[in-house]
């Protein structure tokens, strides 16, 4: 049986979705793990699979479910942004609305407070299951050695820094503001408030890391959100010697290597709380609490001026209280066996609903390799941010990455790992 599997961020997605096709591949699925633009179009060419979402967006999605529909397929959502919100639950209201649950055949929710919030709103919620999510579940002991060639190599190169992640998509675009205002306007109501205020974000920090260089005796690496202009951050830092603008890979090998993390409001903060790493969240003293999310707050220390930041990164006793802990794991139930729970829940839909394998064709294949010209080819706005946020998706890096997954995690039997093209590959088990 088939299951189509999109990836839109890379850095953050391409470990565990590698992972979990393995697991997957060892229960008789194929797994397809490509770009939206080749698994939009094995929607409309295969039947009978498996569609794991990964995020409804009104006015768009209904478009694909219905191809789905018409093709005889079953829609698993596991949201990529299912935890972090601001503090109207606007973001979950509206990815998890009347319109989607019509549509969906199953959901996969990140943590009880996230169902309690849907479940009130719903009379069947047979189709719910608290499972966390997998790449919360990588950040555990057991799955930490396949970041330790990554860190190595991390720590080689930059020895003791601090790591600042930042998270100003909507300010500093890397098309721009009218950009944002189109794709995201219809998503947040305020988007002209979220806007300028991570414009006051992106002044904040090119003023604390001016400072910090001359003041700390630390590599600092900074690391922009994947929809970010780096340009920005290249010019304002380029006489700093001691500052790195980075951005490749998981951000994971970054915080274990890294002493201690900075953020405005990131979800990276959450993977350091798990991590067991030291977080700091830098906003201004009066930050506008509409335009923030806060479960990141809550997972770190708060700081709002030089001093304070001097003090957190001088200061190795500085933790996340217990209540703290708590509630970020209500939303992010990081004690569940994710892989493990999700992987039960399809093969149960497969052996259910009893899904055929359907064949990719030869000229399907031609018309997919074409597909994959034509993006490398254009050089549209939207292309744009395609490519900045699938820069490490490619055969080279979906080879080393499953490579470095050790098949004792998986299973003895063997997974065969297919280059359907350079944007679009099959995990199968060898058996099949």
Not at 46 to 75: A, V, W
Not at 101 to 123: A, E, M, N, P, Y
Not at 302 to 326: K, Q, R
Not at 401 to 413: M, P
Request: aromatic letters at 12%.
């Amino acid at each position: 049986m088939n299951i189509l599997i999109p990836i839109e961020i890379s850095s953050r997605e391409l470990m565990y979705k590698i992972y979990l096709c393995r697991l997957l591949a060892q229960k008789g699925f194929n797994c397809y793990l490509g770009r939206k633009s080749q698994i939009n179009y094995l929607l409309r060419t295969l039947s009978d699979y498996i569609y794991l979402d990964k995020g409804y967006h009104e006015g768009k999605s209904e478009k694909l479910y219905k191809i789905i529909k018409d093709q005889n397929g079953f829609i698993v959502s596991l949201d990529e942004e299912g935890g972090v919100d601001y503090a109207d639950n606007s973001t979950l209201l509206n990815r998890y609305s009347e319109s989607f649950f019509k549509k969906v055949d199953f959901t996969f929710l990140w943590g009880s407070k996230q169902h309690s919030l849907i479940s009130s709103r719903l009379t069947d919620t047979s189709k719910l299951e608290v499972t966390g999510h997998p790449r919360f579940e990588m950040l555990k002991p057991a799955y930490q050695h396949l970041y330790k060639g990554a860190v190595d190599n991390i720590k080689k190169e930059y020895g003791n820094f601090l790591l600042i992640n930042t998270n100003m998509g909507f300010g500093n675009n890397i098309n721009g503001d009218a950009f944002v205002k189109t794709n995201y306007g219809s998503r947040f109501r305020n988007i002209d408030e979220i806007i300028a205020f991570d414009k006051k974000k992106i002044e904040l920090y090119i003023d604390l890391v001016k400072e910090l260089s001359g003041a700390i005796n630390l590599e600092i690496v900074f690391r922009p959100h994947p929809e970010e202009c780096h340009k920005t951050y290249l010019r304002e830092f380029s006489d700093l010697e001691n500052v790195s603008v980075v951005y490749s890979g998981s951000v994971i090998p970054w915080l274990l290597a890294a002493d201690k993390m900075i953020h405005p409001d990131c979800t990276t903060a959450i993977e350091a709380m798990f991590l067991g790493k030291q977080a700091c969240s830098f906003l201004p003293k009066n930050y506008p609490r509409d335009l923030v999310t806060h479960l990141p707050i809550s997972a770190s220390t708060l700081c709002s001026n030089f001093n304070e930041v001097s003090d957190f990164i001088a200061n190795n006793n500085m933790e996340v209280s217990e209540d703290s802990y708590n509630l970020v794991d209500s939303y992010f139930s990081i004690e569940l066996a994710s892989f493990e729970i999700i992987v039960a829940r399809l093969v149960s839909i497969k052996n259910i609903f009893g899904l055929t394998t359907s064949e990719l064709l030869w000229w399907d294949r031609i018309f997919l390799n074409l597909k994959v010209l034509r993006s490398q080819l254009t050089r549209t706005e939207e292309q744009r941010l395609v490519n900045n946020k699938l820069q490490d998706f490619n055969w080279k890096s979906v080879c080393e990455t499953n490579g470095a997954i050790d098949v004792k995690d998986v299973s003895e039997n063997k997974i065969k790992l297919r280059r359907i093209n350079n944007e679009l590959f099959l995990f199968s088990s060898s058996k099949s």
